[in-house]
């Protein structure tokens, strides 16, 4: 029995990070969406937040792209609403260590996949000269941008996914420091909202897009009322 649960994990394991690769956000994201709140599920959201709150340095792709489409179902979930805070914990050296982990393990409760986040908590760890926790949430944070770099090629038929309009700036200037020079959004042809991002990698320009139409919630639907009826 022992062989038969550690072969399928192996399974799991191998299979789903060829998923993560294949990732097709208008049919994976809903079924994920939907596959979050099944208890007993693989993807179960409760089940994966404990487990990365514990190990999640340890999570395959897969697991981990499970839990951000999670992130989204949940009620607390506010893409927009929280670029105020998530932009406070980019700019963690600037702030005493202790506030920094005081605030940032209360945030954890309600995001643990929080780019931001994860990136303030290796900083703030770092600065209180404690190694093993900052290499920690460093490899936190770069495996969350290793998750969202597996989730498409950065065209705008198969945009990179991201939980916050924040992450796809995030990964560019402070995974891959290089300098962003344009920002922007806009549809793509299957009507999703995207991010629009274009940085300068030596002399030469690049733009991304990254998909966060789960994100836009009450703003999208007045949006759409506004395009609808002008007048409004």
């Known amino acids: 029995m022992k062989k038969l649960i550690t072969l399928f994990l192996f399974?799991?394991?191998?299979?789903?990070?060829?998923?993560?690769?294949d990732f097709n956000y208008s049919q994976d994201f809903p079924r994920l969406f939907q596959e979050s709140k099944v208890e007993n599920n693989p993807f179960f959201y409760p089940t994966l937040k404990a487990?990365?709150?514990?190990?999640?340095?340890?999570?395959?792709e897969v697991e981990l792209l499970a839990l951000l489409v999670g992130q989204t179902a949940q009620k607390t979930y506010n893409a927009y609403g929280m670029v105020g805070l998530e932009s406070t914990f980019l700019?963690?050296?600037?702030?005493?260590?202790?506030?920094?982990?005081?605030?940032?393990?209360?945030?954890?409760?309600l995001n643990p996949v929080s780019l931001s986040l994860n990136f303030g908590l290796w900083k703030a760890y770092e600065?209180?000269?404690?190694?093993?926790?900052?290499?920690?949430?460093?490899?936190r944070f770069d495996l969350i941008c290793e998750t969202i770099l597996a989730s498409g090629d950065g065209s705008s038929v198969r945009p990179y996914l991201v939980i916050?309009?924040?992450?796809?700036?995030?990964?560019?200037?402070k995974y891959w420091?290089?300098?962003?020079?344009?920002?922007?959004?806009?549809?793509?042809?299957?009507?999703y909202f995207l991010d629009i991002l274009t940085y300068k990698k030596g002399n030469e320009e690049k733009t991304l897009y990254f998909v966060i139409d789960h994100g836009m919630g009450s703003l999208s639907k007045m949006m759409q009322q506004i395009i609808q009826d002008p007048s409004k």
């Open 127 to 139: 600065k209180a000269n404690n190694p093993e926790y900052a290499a920690v949430y460093k490899q």
């Open 51 to 60: 487990r990365f709150l514990k190990e999640g340095e340890r999570f395959s």
């Open 164 to 173: 916050s309009p924040v992450d796809g700036s995030i990964l560019i200037s």
């Open 11 to 21: 399974c799991f394991v191998v299979l789903g990070n060829g998923f993560a690769q």
């Open 177 to 191: 420091k290089e300098n962003l020079s344009q920002m922007g959004s806009g549809e793509n042809e299957a009507g």
């Open 91 to 109: 700019g963690a050296e600037r702030f005493p260590a202790d506030t920094v982990l005081k605030y940032g393990k209360l945030v954890q409760e």
